[in-house]
């Protein structure tokens, strides 16, 4: 039996919607990481789920209960279902000890000798057991993340989400937060994180939610969502691509357009001149000098792509016509040209459209 089960979710917002149309279940033991490019809803989602939002429409189902249910007691549910947010949420006149135990001894009804007990412990699992009676402004914002999330633990809930919790860090304090999420996860906590953190999603996830397009426009393993994403939104942003297309509708197409719009590309995202006058060749014999002179090959389609991910570029070419390959079918000249820029290439053809692509060699 799933732990959540979100059908239908909807959120809406005097000018937009970020949660369109939400389904999906989470089972116990899930590390779910959801990721996808910013305004996307992925907070509103997680928010939605432990009703700090209220949904628009649609229905969150926990451990058995409709929590969207306006009879629901969301107190209740709220101590199985932690938080740890951005931005901490400490409470600035409590010492460290102090706001591990304040739930744990108001609404679990510990006492204050359990409370400090078990506190202790955690803070000791999260490496803060010295700062036990510093104040938060005294803590890095590492360590005041990490309190945070010793104090959603404390509650001992059936699960946690976890709301960008390295985003308001120093770059130098992110992985010692990361460090105790991923304890967290080998110990079977059920978590849902959104982060921008890839590696840590890579790693630590059982399953990818990547959000786009008002819901979660494509889930699957870690291997399947960073080795293979199957839809194109997946796949630009896990490789963090930049793409300049351009489409030639006759032999007299604006060239000067082109290589213009090709130098800035390549100034706007740091390629070196010798990627760019590669790029530059490769257009000039593949499309130029092959392509645009033969028969009902239009409209010709050019797609120069980089990836910020790992550094690499490619130039890819749809055209139309018959079969043709300006490697193997091609003028000699071109075809040695092209060769010596690219580490690789393909043809395909496919129900009368040809696809040629290169992938241009390191500029290293």
């Given at each position: 039996m799933s732990m959540i089960k979100v059908e239908h979710l909807r959120k809406e917002y005097p000018n937009v919607i970020p949660l369109k149309d939400v389904n999906c279940e989470i089972n116990k033991g899930d590390v779910i990481s959801i990721i996808g490019p910013s305004g996307t809803g992925k907070s509103t989602f997680l928010r939605c789920l432990n009703q700090l939002e209220k949904p628009t429409s649609g229905t969150v189902t926990f451990d058995g209960e409709v929590i969207?249910?306006?009879?629901?007691?969301?107190?209740?549910?709220?101590?199985?279902?932690?938080?740890?947010?951005?931005?901490?949420?400490?409470?600035?006149?409590?010492?460290?000890?102090?706001?591990?135990?304040?739930?744990?001894?108001?609404?679990?009804?510990?006492?204050?000798?359990?409370?400090?007990?078990?506190?202790?412990?955690?803070?000791?699992?999260?490496?803060?057991?010295?700062?036990?009676?510093?104040?938060?402004?005294?803590?890095?914002?590492?360590?005041?993340?990490?309190?945070?999330?010793?104090?959603?633990?404390?509650?001992?809930?059936?699960?946690?989400?976890?709301?960008?919790?390295?985003?308001?860090?120093?770059?130098?304090?992110?992985?010692?937060?990361?460090?105790?999420?991923?304890?967290?996860?080998?110990?079977?906590?059920?978590?849902?994180?959104?982060?921008?953190?890839?590696?840590?999603?890579?790693?630590?996830?059982?399953?990818?939610?990547?959000?786009?397009?008002?819901?979660?426009?494509?889930?699957?393993?870690?291997?399947?969502?960073f080795g293979s994403p199957k839809k194109e939104k997946t796949r630009i942003f896990i490789k963090r691509l930049k793409q300049l297309p351009f489409t030639i509708e006759s032999a007299d197409f604006d060239y000067i357009s082109y290589i213009s719009q090709l130098e800035t590309f390549g100034k706007d995202n740091a390629l070196s001149d010798k990627t760019v006058r590669a790029l530059h060749l490769l257009f000039e014999e593949v499309v130029k000098q092959e392509l645009s002179s033969r028969e009902n090959t239009f409209p010709i389609n050019v797609v120069t792509e980089y990836s910020e991910a790992d550094g690499s570029t490619s130039f890819e070419v749809t055209y139309g016509g018959e079969d043709f390959d300006p490697i193997k079918n091609g003028n000699d000249i071109s075809a040695a040209i092209v060769k010596n820029a690219s580490s690789g290439y393909e043809h395909t053809y496919q129900d009368g459209l040809n696809k040629f692509k290169s992938i241009l060699r390191s500029s290293e």
């Open positions: 969207t249910d306006p009879k629901c007691k969301m107190e209740k549910v709220r101590q199985k279902m932690g938080m740890v947010f951005q931005s901490f949420n400490l409470f600035a006149n409590l010492t460290i000890i102090e706001n591990v135990t304040n739930a744990p001894i108001k609404l679990l009804g510990k006492s204050k000798e359990e409370a400090y007990k078990e506190g202790m412990e955690l803070l000791k699992r999260v490496g803060l057991a010295e700062k036990a009676n510093n104040f938060p402004d005294e803590l890095s914002g590492g360590q005041k993340q990490r309190v945070a999330i010793a104090r959603a633990i404390a509650m001992k809930p059936d699960m946690i989400l976890f709301d960008e919790p390295t985003s308001a860090l120093d770059p130098t304090m992110v992985g010692e937060v990361l460090q105790v999420i991923r304890a967290l996860a080998k110990d079977g906590m059920t978590m849902m994180i959104v982060t921008h953190e890839m590696k840590f999603a890579r790693d630590v996830s059982t399953r990818i939610f990547y959000m786009d397009e008002g819901g979660i426009y494509e889930e699957g393993t870690p291997e399947e969502i």
